[in-house]
């Protein structure tokens, strides 16, 4: 990257438009450059996303021995009764539901926002300020502010999406600019970039809590001050290259940013329903369900590792470091196995060796005695974690219509997120009403069983690929369009000017008739059978 930063900048400048023609300068020089300044700036966005993704875990293991600490509970197994309503083992589930809710409501307005107006930018900064202020707030967090920082994760996790969203608004436009090769090297490298800042990140706070034998709220406190500080330096840097966009598109004539949106998704999933009803469209329906469960399993995992095995911040470091590096065979084991058996063959078994995995895993961590043979299970998640991924968002790209593959993106990281919120809600049902929480932990087999039948419904591999060599979407909408155009002129001819009472229309006559005049009020009524809805 250091030594191919200058030429490929250069050899880019002309496939670049708008404010992102000139590479932008910096005292980074072409040392960490990419092609052009947008790809540039999603690098350091993706390198500021793992010390914060990273950071949660030690701060939600914190929360909850703060939260124990309160009622007095410190032993393992003891009963602690119960803190705002809740038992602090139902804390970080909660925080997870708000947000996951919180998500689901604001992500389309989020999406109209990038897509219809010039602020996608200035947006992106505010949500990356607003996240590192947040971050850098929650080093106090202590036994007598806990309340208060969970309250203020919730809303980070939530904030953290729309900065993410800012973001991935510039992926189509970086793919537009680069050739194919390019594109499939950045988007390795954008992955390698997050991976590698958040085994950086856990090396750092293990050598901490190794070295000084911090306590769980010392040691998040260290890690929200570290994250803040990586995060705030790499977020400067991403949106110095960020380049300000102008609206892709306008609103729709009597749109707005806050119902328009919802209108769009209900559109595109009556469009994809009718004319992929088995292909694209039965893969985002059985997606909702599988990101579900995956998504939620950092969250869900930390809370029974914490509360069943008893592990202490330094345990959680060692896990989710395994889990990370074993995710690297996993990728690798994704691609391989779908050239052997065939992508979707090899998604189904990805998805139903996972729930055999899960089955085993949490029947065998049941208690503090098991938290060695953790580390095997975390191996095993980790392998399985980084073989979904891929997976999916290969399936995806490979059965996305041809030419619509901008315009599904949004639509499709929104159907991963629609039922994030439901996952931690159940768990933390089933922990209120003392339910064991392997139960709680296995209860995730069924949003994988149930992606995993729809999936299996879906037309045979070959016909996928060929349905989405014909874009129906993308012809229903111009042949919409041109409907709707073809009407509106019709009308302009029949509807008079503001400043006329009527319109005098000469018929000419047959043969046996005389010349006849017709009045046309103004007033007329507008037919409006023809009216249309695009698909997308």
Known sequence: MSEEGAPLASSSAEASSGSNESQKNCCLSNKFRLANNDATGFLYQRCASGPIIMSN???????????????????????????????????????????????????????????????????????????????????????????????????????YEIMT????????????????????????????????????????????????????????????????????????????????????????????LIITPFTQIFATARGLNKHYPRTVGLYFVACMFTAAAVDSFTTISVTYMNEVLDFSAMQLNIMFLIVL??????????????????????????????????????????????????????ACWGFWIGWYYPMANFVYSMIVPQGQESELAGFYLYCTHILTALPPFIFTFMNEADVNLKWGGIHLNIYLFIGLVLIQLMLPWDECLEAAQVNRLKKKSKENKLKKKSKETSL???????????????????????????????????????KDNDDV
């Open 57 to 159: 875990i030690f701060l939600s293991s914190a929360l909850i021995t703060l939260a124990k600490m309160e009622l007095g509970c410190d032993e393992v197994g003891e009963e602690c009764g119960r803190i705002y309503g809740y038992k602090p083992s139902s804390l970080i589930t909660n925080m997870a539901v708000f947000t996951g809710l919180l998500t689901a409501c604001f992500m389309p307005i989020i999406g109209a926002i990038t897509d219809h107006t010039d602020h996608r930018r200035a947006l992106g900064i505010f949500a990356s300020v607003l996240l590192v202020t947040i971050q850098a707030t929650q080093i106090g967090t202590v036994e007598s502010t806990w309340f208060i920082m969970a309250i203020l994760q919730a809303f980070n996790g939530c904030i």
């Open 165 to 256: 969203l800012c973001s991935y608004a510039y992926f189509p436009e970086i793919q537009a600019t680069v050739s194919e090769k390019v594109y499939q090297w950045y988007s390795s490298l954008y992955m390698i970039a997050m991976f590698g800042n958040e085994v950086f990140f856990l090396l750092i706070m293990a050598v901490v809590t190794i070295v000084l034998k911090t306590s769980d709220g010392m040691t998040a406190q260290i890690s929200q001050a570290l994250s803040a500080v990586l995060s705030g330096i790499y977020f400067y840097f991403a949106w110095y290259f960020f380049t300000k966009k102008e609206k892709k598109s306008e609103l729709p004539e009597s749109g707005n």
């Open 325 to 378: 590096i074993f995710s690297l065979p996993g990728s690798w084991f994704a691609n391989w196995i779908g050239t052997k058996i065939g992508v979707l063959a090899a998604f189904k078994l990805q998805l139903a060796s996972f729930i055999a995995l899960n089955f085993v895993a949490f029947l065998t961590l049941t208690d503090p005695s098991k938290s060695t043979v953790a580390y095997f299970f975390g």
């Open 492 to 530: 302009r001819r029949r509807i008079p000017n503001d400043n006329e009472d009527s319109v005098n229309v000469r018929r000419i006559p047959n043969d046996n008739e005389d010349s006849v005049n017709v009045d046309v009020n103004q007033k007329s009524e507008i037919d409006e059978d023809g």
